[in-house]
């Protein structure tokens, strides 16, 4: 079986480089499981407690959007967003969530570019409180990477035997580690 590529992760000792890598993979990651399922099942959601992969799409979109414009300069949670609105019945096509989509990523992967490392002591404000810029990026990137996986489990158990896999296979452990070590593979 073949390993799908992910997005290649250098070493550096930027912190911002590294951190922009970090969001590019947990995208790229939802964006294949994404491209998995069904428009139907975009807007399935698995229990009364849960929400589908249209729902989580709205929350991180409405997220970034509010997060990342402005970063430096305004408070990250702009009086403009409703949250609240993200987690109600998405009826949207697949091509109007993938722009909401893409539209928050950008926000993300615009503001990112802009940093340096010698930002990363900067105060910003998130609903008033204040945060390093190291400490909001942190933030941000354990959030979008909870529901990535979120994205990715929901489009796994969704798609069931029928799942092709964006990492390493199941068994297929040893026969990795031998290409990277051979050189012949990179990927997380």
Sequence with gaps: ???????????????????????????????????????????????????????????????????????LTSDGEKPDRDRDAEFRDPRATRAELTALWEQGWRCVFEAMDRLSDADLTREVRIRGEAHSVMQAINRQLAHYAYHCGQIVFLAKHLRSADWKTLTIPRGQSDAFNRRVNAGEASQR
Excluded: C, P
């Design 1 to 71: 079986m073949r390993i799908l590529k992910s997005v290649a992760l250098q070493f550096t000792s930027s912190y911002v480089q590294d951190s922009n890598s970090l969001f590019r993979y947990y995208k790229q990651l939802a964006d294949r499981a994404m491209a998995q399922v069904s428009d139907e099942q975009l807007t399935t959601v698995i229990d009364a407690e849960s929400n589908s992969i249209a729902i989580i799409v709205r929350h991180l979109a409405g997220n970034m959007i509010s997060r990342w414009t402005d970063f």
